[in-house]
């Protein structure tokens, strides 16, 4: 056949659609077979086939977009190293920890009684009450909230105190209510012009973080004058000597049908020499995977409708056969995310090896995750919580999940706020923030980089095509099939950007 004939065929009609159904004893519903004339012919005839197998003899549009899901389910492909591509990453080999004492999986003692939660927040109290100790210069006496009886009225002492509550007055003051290990009482910040920097402080404080509080006592008040988070100390941003660096990607979630598989190819051919770069992927030594690795089942309503593998050992059984494809020379360090089968509380346990593939170069760890890469502190956080934290804190939004980490730093904690999260009451507080000096985050589907005091911030995007009504209410939409690579030796982060066919760098 000549190339003119095939240009100008036309695609199968609705009348020839309706027959071919007929033929399998299906009548199809008009939004069904507007929907089939969109497909080539022969993916109807394909799609047509399958009808068989739906037990009604009336097919919907929903039918035939089920049985298109199915079609669409990513194959599997191999991937040759490009001949020209000498990873210098492999000859500076790997030097990096994962620390296990911050990884739940096999440390669970909660049972969901009252110590437990009693346990969980006084370690929280304590280990942010221990930075602030710690630090040499207090203007202020630090006092016990049982002692403050003792404090002469117009003396300012510091108080460090968990946050129970957070009221308006009607004069637009604030009042928060604060307790430590020995009470709880009542502080005031006051709604006056001239400390709109303090006023606009208390606003950004939410329940359950602890902080510093200098309060000037009253005759009956206990007035607020200043207000300190733990936050991370100042500090240059490291750097290794080594010119190697780590790729990171979140929320894959394969099994769904809006999986970018071909992209997520498009990926690893890169990373195995194979497109523009070859110099940045020659350096890359790790891949950090930030969670959601699969899509799962049962976690949203209707979940099933939108699934193309719909066992969840299957969609793990492919995402291990996608992580065969990345160079021998990378070392793979994954976390799971809520979408994972793992328990959906946080801290959550690592992947089970039945699930995800431990061959000696890939890593399965719980999260939060703390590790030391070439030298480089690093946390990694699916970043569930974050969404909590836009809710309370004015001014963050989901579209700039940069600076939503930045209040998380700020506090020191990666889940501040119990009551809103899903998190279990261990005895340690594992969500707790070291002195880190690159913080990973996820979950949100947006690409973010930021820094703050010395630490390099970056949020995973995702690998679907889907934005939902949830994410346009909020007026962001996601970035996918986009990589963030970090350059441990110069500080530097590049983005490779794989929604389309050629590979683009931001």
Not at 202 to 229: P, Q, Y
Not at 265 to 276: A, D, Q, R, V, Y
Not at 317 to 330: A, T
């Amino acid at each position: 056949m000549r190339m003119c004939d095939i240009q100008s065929r036309d695609f199968m009609d609705i009348k020839e659609i309706i027959s071919l159904a007929r033929e399998k004893k299906k009548l199809l519903k008009p939004s069904a077979a507007e929907v089939l004339k969109n497909y080539p012919d022969e993916q109807i005839r394909e799609i047509i086939d399958k009808l068989a197998n739906i037990k009604s003899n009336f097919i919907s549009e929903s039918d035939i977009k089920e049985i298109t899901n199915e079609i669409k389910r990513p194959d599997f492909i191999e991937i040759k190293r490009s001949s020209d591509f000498h990873p210098t990453a492999k000859e500076y080999g790997h030097d990096f920890k994962i620390y296990e004492d911050h990884d739940i999986t096999g440390k669970s003692k909660c049972k969901g009684e009252l110590d437990d939660f009693v346990k969980y927040f006084k370690d929280r109290y304590r280990r942010i009450r221990e930075l602030f100790i710690s630090r040499a210069i207090n203007k202020f006496p630090i006092v016990d909230i049982d002692k403050l009886s003792d404090v002469k009225v117009g003396d300012t002492v510091r108080i460090i105190a968990m946050i129970s509550n957070k009221l308006i007055t009607k004069n637009k003051h604030i009042m928060l209510t604060v307790e430590d290990e020995t009470q709880s009482t009542n502080v005031l910040v006051l709604n006056n012009s001239d400390k709109k920097e303090l006023y606009d402080s208390a606003m950004r404080i939410v329940n359950d973080e602890v902080l510093a509080i200098d309060v000037k006592k009253g005759t009956n008040l206990l007035i607020v004058t200043n207000i300190t988070w733990p936050d991370l100390p100042f500090k240059e941003k490291k750097k290794t000597e080594k010119d190697i660096s780590f790729a990171f990607i979140s929320d894959i979630h394969i099994g769904s049908s809006h999986f970018m598989s071909k992209n997520f190819e498009n990926m690893l051919k890169w990373l195995n020499g194979s497109g523009p770069r070859k110099d940045l992927a020659e350096k890359v030594g790790y891949l950090l995977l930030g969670g959601d690795l699969v899509d799962g089942i049962g976690i949203y309503p209707n979940q099933d409708k939108e699934l193309v593998i719909k066992d969840v050992y299957d969609q793990y059984k492919l995402l291990n056969q996608f992580l065969e494809m990345v160079p021998d020379h990378i070392k793979i360090i994954a976390i799971p995310g809520n979408h994972d089968a793992v328990r959906h509380a946080e801290p959550q346990p690592s992947l089970p090896e039945k699930l995800l593939v431990k061959d000696g170069r890939t890593f399965s760890v719980g999260n939060p995750a703390y590790m030391n890469i070439e030298g480089l502190h690093v946390q990694m956080y699916h970043g569930y919580t974050m969404e909590s934290l836009v809710q309370d804190v004015q001014g963050l939004s989901l579209g700039k999940p940069e600076e939503i980490a930045i209040e998380l730093l700020k506090r020191r904690n990666m889940s501040p706020i119990f009551d809103k999260s899903m998190i279990v009451p261990e005895h340690r507080d594992m969500m707790f923030i070291e002195e880190i000096d690159v913080f990973l985050t996820g979950h949100i589907h947006k690409i973010g980089y930021g820094e703050y005091r010395g630490c390099v911030i970056m949020n995973g995007g995702t690998w679907i095509d889907k934005t939902t009504s949830w994410q346009l209410r909020r007026g962001f939409t996601p970035t996918p099939a986009i990589m963030g690579v970090y350059d441990m030796k110069n500080a530097r982060v590049s983005h490779l950007d794989f929604s389309t066919s050629e590979v683009a760098f931001q």
